[in-house]
């Protein structure tokens, strides 16, 4: 029996309007409706993907974790109503900071009208010193307001999730104590799994010669330190932007050159357009240099919300990884 026949099937037991609704809801549930399930203990809201998985891993059963952003990242979301109303009822807002997200945070608090809700910029509780300086041409949409202080891609690196990590457990464990064994006990193994995504990820870098890259706009600080790689240059200054002449000049020369030419430039599948990255590549074929690579590396910025399990994260960093290794020579 074909797929369709079944699916006929299944509408005339069910009724179209029940089939519907499940087509439209997908496996994850997708759209936020701004409701929350009749469910004790905690309910947190994070801005943004990466964010989701950390809290989940140490929420369990224990706490309720809803996303916001899914298909548009933190560098260009916008709110919905419904986005809103989600803190309405939230005891968390678990967000970056860093003039990353907490403009948008504020905005969604201002209109959720919730008193209780406490919002934690996660990358404002990491020690100083283990935040990179942000690169000053790097706007991120906020017409110029925002804050260059400090880098926010700190989810790409496994070490500064697990710091992030340590504040969510404790944040939950004193906002309820009576669960604290099981926020423990879940961190500690979520831990263990983002050591070994760091280890994994050198292990299979290990021996390469060549490990300088060229990023596609200028997220990977935190991800070169953890796993001991070259980020040479940008492709783009701010994201969905190609580079003027001027600047892809520069790259050409960078990347061109002879004592040590850089063969892999980072793409972004959200950006699957840009051309910036294979006009680069064709320059650099033109110079010598040997076998240039385009390797797509996700930022983790947005996501297809039927694919958000509390796994994610740790599969999208491992892609990225695997990309990479593959690629490097
Ligand atoms: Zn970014």
Redesign the pocket.
């Known amino acids: 029996m074909s797929r369709g026949h079944i699916w006929l099937k299944a509408a005339g037991v069910m009724g179209v309007g029940v089939l519907l609704a499940l087509v439209m809801l997908g496996c994850g549930g997708s759209k936020t409706t701004g409701e929350w399930p009749e469910k004790p203990g905690p309910k947190i809201v994070v801005s943004f993907a990466p964010l989701y998985c950390l809290a989940a891993n140490v929420a369990g059963d224990d706490a309720t974790v809803k996303n916001v952003m899914t298909t548009t990242?933190?560098?260009d979301f916008n709110p919905t109503a419904d986005e809103v109303k989600l803190l309405s009822k939230a005891d968390f807002f678990f967000i970056i900071g860093l003039g990353?997200d907490e403009d948008t945070a504020k905005k969604m608090k201002d209109g959720a009208n919730n008193s209780n809700l406490k919002v934690v910029e996660l990358g404002e509780k990491l020690p100083a010193d283990k935040l990179c300086e942000g690169k000053c041409e790097h706007d991120?949409g906020h017409d110029g307001k925002h804050d260059h202080g400090k880098d926010?891609?700190i989810w790409l690196s496994p070490d500064h999730a697990i710091l992030m990590v340590n504040v969510i457990r404790d944040e939950l464990k004193a906002a309820d104590p009576a669960h604290a064994a099981g926020y423990d006990a879940r961190a500690a193994d979520y831990i263990k799994k983002l050591a070994a995504l760091k280890e994994d990820g050198l292990a299979q870098l290990k021996g390469k010669e060549n490990k300088r890259l060229v990023s596609f706009?200028?997220?990977l600080a935190y991800f070169e330190q953890a796993y001991d790689l070259k980020v040479m240059g940008v492709l783009t200054q701010k994201?969905g932007e190609e580079p003027d002449e001027k600047q892809m000049k520069k790259l050409i020369r960078l990347c061109a050159d002879e004592q040590h030419p850089i063969r892999v430039i980072a793409v972004e599948p959200q950006y699957s357009t840009s051309t910036s990255g294979a006009t680069l590549k064709k320059e650099l074929i033109n110079r010598g240099v040997k076998d240039p690579v385009l390797v797509e590396i996700d930022?983790l910025?947005t996501v297809r919300p039927d694919e958000l399990t509390p796994d994610w994260y740790e599969k999208k960093m491992r892609a990225n990884v695997k990309a990479l290794a593959d690629a490097m020579k």
């Open positions: 990242g933190p560098h990353l991120h926010p891609h706009h200028d997220s994201p930022p910025e």
